[in-house]
């Protein structure tokens, strides 16, 4: 299996723990102890700490989804320009938030990654790469565009979408 295909494999797997509460293929997702760089600070945590942390994200912004604008893929690495929207569940007001992530994969599970965030209330101009903002993997693999289909993923710059 090539590494884009193993990190096209993982991002499908770890977009069901995102959107689907599916805390049981996090173990297929993340190495026993992930690596992470983000407004925590740098730290090293169990795969069974990062999934409570997810948990408490997904309790705490209602309905919180993942929006792809951007990424790449090379060999064990992926990076993603994404916005975070979700729900205020006081307000029930639209809350969105803008970054950028990259990550370092070892044996086809997240090892290490690197998280900027914007402030809240910060979205990208640019519309999201592929047709589907509600799903990544679309986005990304864009399973309704054959020119997207089955090949090593591309940036919107050089994949023909506009």
Sequence with gaps: MSENTMLRDLFDRWESVWHEGRFDL???????????????????????????????????????????????FEGNRAWFCFAFKCTDPKTGEPRSRAGMQSYRTKSGKLVETWLALQPLGSAWTDTPHGVDPVSWTPILWNRRCSSCRDIAPRTRRNSGHR
């Excluded at 169990?46 to 993942?66: F, L, M, N, P, W």
Aim: glycine share 6%; charged share 30%.
């Design 26 to 72: 996090v173990p297929d997702c993340v190495g026993p102890h992930y690596i992470r760089h983000d407004e925590a600070g740098d730290r090293t945590v169990t795969r069974e700490a990062y999934a409570a942390e997810i948990a408490k994200v997904q309790e705490d912004r209602h309905g919180i989804r993942v929006v792809v604008y951007d990424h790449s």
